[in-house]
């Protein structure tokens, strides 16, 4: 199977912009979790998408939101880009019907807010 | 509240000494507890859960409700373990992963 994948994996905003980032989780997977990944604060939990609702969020602003299509993709969109939304935003996706819980984790994508 | 503590940032070992990864968590409830790694210009990855009890690359770890700790150890330390280290929790229901800082493993040959 293929992996976690996320487009684009390099990006450069200026700063007052929007972003949108995409992630396709591994085929049969229908959670999808968002992290953004910096060097001061580690991972941080944004939000989860199970079955097209969002099944969690995390403590980040309104700036930060997201959505899950019918086959399980999902986006994140960051408008109104801020210096410390630099950041690696990483996707990870989950198995169902499993009683073990793992991620599968994308390979980032590297957001610089200039 | 859940929280995950790695009290270490960096770590150094040198080749075949043990190592041991520390992880403390905050959670009232029974957690399920992870470790990840990313190693250089690798994707993260599971490494490890608790409830499998089993042992992946020689890294073994135990959840010690009583201290409320996961601990990460290998007996001898190779120079293919340099990474950075997650250690993570997952509390009850459909809750997301909560993950500490990281500890980046350094093995020196």
């Known amino acids: 199977k293929a992996g976690v994948t996320q487009t684009p994996r390099y990006l450069i905003k200026t700063r007052g912009q929007q972003v949108t980032l995409s992630c396709s989780p591994i085929s049969g997977h229908r959670s999808v979790s968002w992290y953004q990944q910096t060097p001061g604060q580690g991972l941080q939990f944004l939000f989860e998408?199970?079955?097209?609702?969002?099944?969690n969020k995390g403590n980040f602003p309104g700036r930060f939101s997201g959505r899950q299509f019918s086959n399980s993709r999902s986006e994140m969109n960051v408008s109104t880009l801020e210096l410390g939304d630099s950041a690696l935003y990483l996707c990870?996706?989950?198995?169902?019907?499993?009683?073990?819980?793992?991620?599968?984790f994308g390979p980032g994508t590297r957001l610089t807010v200039t | 509240a859940q929280r995950v503590t790695q009290p270490e940032k960096l770590l150094s070992v040198f080749k075949g000494a043990p190592v041991e990864l520390k992880c403390n968590y905050s959670y009232s409830g029974s957690p399920e507890l992870f470790w990840y790694v990313q190693y250089s210009r690798q994707r993260l990855q599971l490494l490890l859960r608790?409830?499998s009890r089993e042992s992946i690359k020689g890294f073994t770890a135990d959840l010690n409700k009583g201290e409320t700790s996961f601990h990460l150890k290998k007996p001898f330390a190779q120079e293919e373990d340099s990474a950075m280290y997650y250690c993570a929790l997952r509390g009850s229901g459909n809750t997301p992963l909560v993950f500490g800082k990281g500890t980046r493993l350094s093995v020196i040959a």
């Open positions: 998408y199970f079955s097209e609702t969002q099944r």
């Open positions: 990870a996706s989950s198995p169902t019907g499993t009683q073990v819980y793992e991620q599968y």
């Open positions: 608790h409830i």
